[in-house]
C-alpha cells in the first residue's frame, strides 16, 4: 500500500517560515491535501489539489508538489498556526485514502 | 452553513456492536459521498471507509483493518451517514469523524467526532 512520510516535528520562531514535507513514491503524480488539526479540536482543510486554497484559509499557506516530495509552506508563521499537519492522497491502485503520519509544528 | 455531526460514540465491550450516526445539513446530501476518519489517541489521522453517492451505486469502500466488520451506508432522505461496527477490538477504540468527500478525493467538511472506546 502507498506510503506518505512526514516528519514528526518541526520548530519555527514567530515570523519565519515553515516547511512540512510528505515524502512518497512519485507523489508528483498525485494530487496532495493538507489539513490542520488544532489540540482537541477536528482538522480543517488548508490545502487542496497540491496548491490551493479553501476560504477562509490566509494566503500565508502555500502548497508545491514535485518529485517523490509534496510541501506545505506556512511564511510568516504565528503562534496560532501551532498544531499537527497532515498530508493526504488518493491511492488509486487500492482505492484508498492514505494520511501521512503527521507533522507537530511547535511555534517557539 | 454546513454542518456535519456524529453521534453514537461510547463505551463497548470486545466483540459487541455499535452504529455511530453522522447527520448532516446545510448541503444537498445525496449529490456527495460521504467517510469516516479515526484517530487513536495520541495517534495519526486513519482513513476507515466511505459510501458514494447513490448517482454512484452507494459503493463502499474499507481499509483493510476494518474490512468485514464494519459497513457504511446512507439515508439520503435523512442526510444520515452511519457506520456500523462489528466485533469490536481493542485497536478500535478512537475517535471517529465523519467527513464530506469532494469528487477531488478530500475532505473538505469534518464534524466534530465521536469517541469511541473498547476496553481491554
Known amino acids: 500500500s502507498y506510503v506518505l512520510t512526514q516528519p514528526p516535528s518541526l520548530s519555527v520562531a514567530p515570523g519565519k517560515m515553515a516547511g512540512i514535507t510528505c515524502g512518497g513514491d512519485k507523489v508528483g503524480s498525485k494530487s496532495v491535501h493538507w489539513y490542520q488539526q488544532k489540540p482537541g479540536q477536528a482538522p480543517v482543510l488548508v490545502i487542496y489539489?497540491?496548491?490551493d486554497r479553501p476560504s477562509g484559509i490566509p494566503e500565508r499557506f502555500s502548497g508545491s508538489n514535485s518529485g517523490n516530495t509534496a510541501t506545505l509552506t506556512i511564511s510568516r508563521v504565528e503562534a496560532g498556526d501551532e498544531a499537527d499537519y497532515y498530508c493526504?492522497?488518493?491511492?488509486?491502485?487500492?482505492?484508498?485514502?492514505?494520511f501521512g503520519g503527521g507533522t507537530k509544528l511547535t511555534v517557539l | 452553513e454546513v454542518q456535519v455531526v456524529e453521534s453514537g460514540g461510547g463505551l463497548v465491550q470486545p466483540g459487541r456492536s455499535l452504529r455511530l450516526s453522522c447527520t448532516t445539513s446545510?448541503?444537498?446530501?445525496?449529490?456527495?459521498?460521504m467517510g469516516w476518519v479515526r484517530q487513536a489517541p495520541g495517534k495519526g489521522l486513519e482513513w476507515v471507509g466511505l459510501i458514494t453517492s447513490t448517482a454512484y451505486g452507494e459503493t463502499t469502500e474499507n481499509a483493510a483493518s476494518v474490512k468485514g466488520r464494519f459497513t457504511i451506508s446512507r439515508d439520503d432522505s435523512k442526510s444520515i451517514a452511519y457506520l456500523q461496527m462489528n466485533s469490536l477490538k481493542t485497536e478500535d477504540t478512537a475517535v471517529y469523524y465523519c467527513?464530506?468527500?469532494?469528487?477531488?478525493?478530500?475532505?473538505?467538511?469534518w464534524g466534530q467526532g465521536t469517541l469511541v472506546t473498547v476496553p481491554s
Open positions: 489539489y497540491d496548491k
Open positions: 467527513v464530506r468527500v469532494t469528487a477531488g478525493d478530500y475532505f473538505d467538511y
Open positions: 446545510g448541503f444537498t446530501f445525496g449529490d456527495f459521498a
Open positions: 493526504q492522497v488518493w491511492d488509486s491502485s487500492g482505492d484508498h485514502w492514505v
